[in-house]
């Protein structure tokens, strides 16, 4: 990149750091100090305003980075990340969204424990619930860096090695200081830089092929190399049955894994009651499905303009495919359009990074001391401790996440992320299902539904491709490969269901019959909710 490139792209990024940290700072000097103001805003954010939030939260570097370049390197496969996240929120929609807000408090856990023994189910759904922030967070620094490198004109890994870090650090900032209502505040300006944005791109990208999207489509296919097979199935999961079966694991895990995302629960906590929470939720889905749609033109308009070889020589995994694209359609390296079209594009892709991490930062360090430390602490401990140890958390995992972020730079950001939705339909979902509609489900089997899901899921991970065995791996001069596909959920999904149903009819425990009718008025009709 030229120097103009990196020092427009640099001025705007830093523009939108100043912002965030000024509404940071705003919202610290005005904060209660309460667990309800740091972990839910005080629940004062209307339906409009946390639609903007959660789809600022959902449409991450997976999305704007990842997705986009899937498509453009393997065509109509890449299409499986944007149907999946976005069908997805129909289970968000009808299953989790008002049901949950009734039902909970701040986190996954308070649904469940509800019913159950309170110590031992909050410790599993806290475990589980960090995990996968820690995941999620992963692909987060994984597309810090790959930006960063390309933005910067450097790919050493020292300079992708203080990018993660500086990320990291403005992570922890925005979440030790401002709590939920600075980081929702974030994400709404990242959601409307996002979708002006996408918006702008797209109209290039059909004024550029005079708005034929048959011509974009043939063209991509032409220059992608693959001809009439990069516009239909099987480019990049159709080769072998491990392929295919991979295929479907992937989409089980989307479609699923969004239900039980932390951070996607955590933001319903945020409005005033049921009624707004699904009003948020139908205001996401119309803003995420804009977006998806638009990317679909993205990523064949990138391999249609900026082909698949430049995007490989960029970066393997087409982390920089939107960058590229943004550059291109500006009128090239050099010229004043393209650097200002890519300055901007880099800009907003820093803005989604830091505002998606602080997102899942956030629930997760809810998690630890909500679920974990609350579990653990002695009973007369002050509210006040448990914030305290939110903020502590939030570094603690940022540092975690830094670490993993630079071993796995060189992996796809969608890709991770799918990895992250996979445990989170494992271990999540199938104790908030039963939960919710299950007379019969004891604390054993919450327990076990969350444990069956979780273990057996970063077992298959461990001993997939995606940790040792091939050239593109984590760790590819060990061979641990001794499960085939690279996306667990088609056996981990089924095993945590399983493991729900089995601990809960093994269980010498009755099931409280009050508990139960009192949790299915509530989530029906918020009669009790906070």
């Known amino acids: 990149m030229t120097g103009e490139h990196q020092t427009l792209a640099l001025l705007l990024f830093s523009g939108f750091v100043a912002v965030t940290l000024a509404i940071t700072t705003w919202v610290s000097r005005r904060r209660h100090g309460s667990a309800e103001e740091f972990y839910a805003g005080g629940r004062l954010f209307s339906p409009m305003e946390n639609g903007f939030a959660v789809s600022g939260d959902y449409v991450s570097a997976a999305s704007f980075l990842g997705v986009t370049g899937l498509i453009a390197l393997y065509g109509y496969d890449g299409l499986l990340y944007v149907v999946g996240f976005f069908v997805a929120w129909l289970v968000v929609l009808f299953l989790v969204a008002e049901l949950v807000r009734n039902c909970g408090r ?11 023994s309170e110590r031992p189910v909050r410790i599993a759904a806290g ?12 692909a987060q620094m994984v597309g810090a860096g790959s930006l ?14 203080w990018t993660v870090i500086g990320v990291g650090a403005l992570m922890v900032t925005y979440v030790s200081l401002g709590g939920m209502r600075a980081t929702t505040w974030i994400q709404i300006v990242k959601a409307v830089l996002l979708l002006s944005g996408t918006v702008a791109l797209t109209v290039l990208v059909l004024v550029r092929f005079h708005g034929d999207l048959d011509r974009l489509l043939v063209t991509a296919a032409e220059r992608s190399g693959h001809g009439d097979a990069f516009l239909a199935p099987g480019l990049k999961y159709g080769g072998s049955w491990t392929a295919r079966l991979d295929f479907i694991s992937l989409g089980l895990a989307l479609v699923l894994g969004t239900a039980g995302l932390p951070h996607i629960l955590s933001r319903f906590y945020t409005v005033p009651t049921a ?34 070889e430049a995007l490989r020589r960029s970066n393997a995994a087409g982390n920089t495919a939107m960058p590229l ?41 809810a998690s630890v001391a909500h679920d974990l430390y609350a579990s653990l602490r002695r009973p007369h401990t002050k509210v006040r401790g448990e914030v305290a140890v939110a903020r502590a958390a939030a570094v603690g995992i940022g540092v975690v996440a830094i670490a993993l972020g630079l071993l796995a730079r060189d992996l796809n950001v969608a890709f991770l992320v799918g990895l992250a939705f996979a445990v989170a339909a494992s271990a999540n979902l199938p104790v908030l299902v039963y939960s919710l509609f299950w007379r019969a489900f004891t604390t ?27 050239p593109g791996s984590l760790f590819p001069d060990i ?24 601990g809960t009819v093994t269980s010498d425990e009755v099931a409280d019959e009050a508990k139960y009718a009192e949790t299915e008025v509530r989530s029906l009709t918020g009669a009790g909710a906070v």
Do not use: E, H, K
């Open 275 to 308: 009624r707004a929470a699904r009003r948020s939720a139908v205001w996401s889905i119309g803003l995420i499905g804009g977006f998806y749609l638009m990317a679909i033109v993205l990523g064949f308009g990138a391999a249609a303009v900026v082909g698949p």
């Open 106 to 116: 701040f986190t996954l856990a308070d649904v469940v424990a509800a019913r159950m």
């Open 148 to 161: 960063v490198a390309l933005l910067l004109g450097r790919t050493s890994g020292t300079a992708q090695a």
């Open 127 to 138: 475990t589980a619930s960090v995990t996968v922030s820690v995941m999620y967070l992963v």
């Open 325 to 365: 694209l943004a550059l291109d359609l500006g009128g090239g390296v050099g010229s004043t359009g393209g650097t200002v079209l890519f300055a901007v594009v880099a800009a907003v892709a820093f803005a989604t990074i830091l505002a998606v991490v602080a997102g899942i930062t956030l629930a997760s360090s």
């Open 444 to 470: 054993r089997g919450a327990v076990w539904a969350v444990y069956g899901g979780l273990v057996p899921a970063l077992v298959l991970v461990v001993l997939s491709p995606v940790v040792s065995g091939s």
């Open 479 to 502: 061979d641990l490969q001794y499960f085939p596909l690279q996306n667990p959920g088609i056996v981990s999904i089924p095993l945590g269901f399983l493991a729900g149903w089995l």
